[in-house]
C-alpha cells in the first residue's frame, strides 16, 4: 500500500471548517483514499473514502486533486468533539487486501 | 454503521496469567477480524488477521504462542495474551470485515491492559 504523509498537528477554531491535507504521491490508480479518526482511548472511526472523485457524506467531504497525489478531509463546522487523530490511509479495497496500516496522523485541536 | 464490540473494555492482571480478550460484531457477520494493538502515543500496529475457521496469520514480529487468536464464529473472534508481563500492557483494538463488504472496516471500543 503507498506511503501517506500528514501534518503532525493542526489546531482550528470551534465552528470553522477544518482542512485535514494529506499527500500520497506515490498512490496506485486502484488504491483507494480513506480516512479514520481515533478520539482518546476509543477504537478508530471510519469517516470516508473515495477513489477520485470528491466525496461527502454527513460527516465530512473528501477533496482528491486531478492526479490524485493528495486530498483533503474538510469537517465543514467543528466542534470540540471533533479533537481527535485524524488518519489518512491508501490501500487497494478487494477481498484479500483489507487490512489497513496506520501512519501517524494528524492529531486535530479544536479550540474552544 | 455495523457494530463491533470488545469486552472487556479494561483489565487490570498479574504478572504471569492470562487474560482473554472477545471482540463480537453484533449485526453483521464478520468473515474476517483484524487485532491491533497501541502503544501511548503511537499509531495502531497490525498484530494479526483472523478468518472464521482457519488459523490467525500473525504480523512480523508477533509471538503466535503468546498472543492466541481464535475465530471460531462468524461473530467472535478472541486474543488471550498468555503470560502476560508487564511490556504487555497496551491497548488492543479489534476490526471487522463484514460479509458484504462496503469499503470500510469497523473498529471495537478497545480493551485496555495493564499488567502489573
Known amino acids: 500500500d503507498a506511503k501517506t504523509t500528514q501534518p503532525t498537528s493542526m489546531d482550528c477554531a470551534e465552528g470553522r471548517a477544518a482542512n485535514l491535507p494529506c499527500n500520497h504521491s506515490?498512490?496506485?490508480?486502484?488504491?483507494?483514499v480513506y480516512w479514520y479518526r481515533q478520539i482518546h482511548s476509543q477504537g478508530p472511526q471510519y469517516i470516508i473514502h473515495?477513489?477520485?472523485n470528491n466525496e461527502t457524506n454527513e460527516m465530512a467531504s473528501l477533496i482528491i486533486t486531478e492526479d490524485r497525489k493528495s486530498s483533503t478531509l474538510i469537517l465543514p463546522h467543528a466542534t470540540l468533539r471533533d479533537t481527535a487523530v485524524y488518519y489518512c490511509?491508501?490501500?487497494?479495497?478487494?477481498?484479500?487486501?483489507?487490512?489497513?496500516?496506520f501512519g501517524t496522523g494528524t492529531r486535530l485541536t479544536i479550540i474552544p | 454503521g455495523a457494530v463491533v464490540s470488545q469486552h472487556p473494555s479494561w483489565v487490570i492482571c498479574k504478572s504471569g496469567t492470562s487474560v482473554k480478550i472477545e471482540c463480537r460484531s453484533l449485526?453483521?457477520?464478520?468473515?474476517?477480524m483484524f487485532w491491533y494493538r497501541q502503544f501511548p502515543k503511537q499509531s495502531l500496529m497490525l498484530m494479526a488477521t483472523?478468518?472464521?475457521?482457519?488459523?490467525?496469520?500473525?504480523e512480523q514480529g508477533v509471538e503466535k504462542d503468546k498472543f492466541l487468536i481464535n475465530h471460531a464464529s462468524l461473530t467472535l473472534s478472541t486474543l488471550t495474551v498468555t503470560s502476560a508481563h508487564p511490556e504487555d500492557s497496551s491497548f488492543y483494538i479489534c476490526?471487522?470485515?463484514?460479509?458484504?463488504?462496503?469499503?470500510?472496516?469497523?473498529f471495537g471500543e478497545g480493551s485496555r491492559l495493564t499488567v502489573l
Open positions: 490511509i491508501v490501500r487497494v479495497a478487494n477481498f484479500g487486501n483489507e487490512k489497513l496500516t
Open positions: 476490526s471487522a470485515l463484514g460479509l458484504a463488504f462496503t469499503g470500510e472496516l469497523f
Open positions: 473515495g477513489l477520485k
Open positions: 449485526d453483521f457477520q464478520a468473515t474476517t
Open positions: 506515490t498512490i496506485s490508480g486502484n488504491e483507494y
Open positions: 483472523s478468518n472464521e475457521g482457519s488459523k490467525a496469520t500473525y
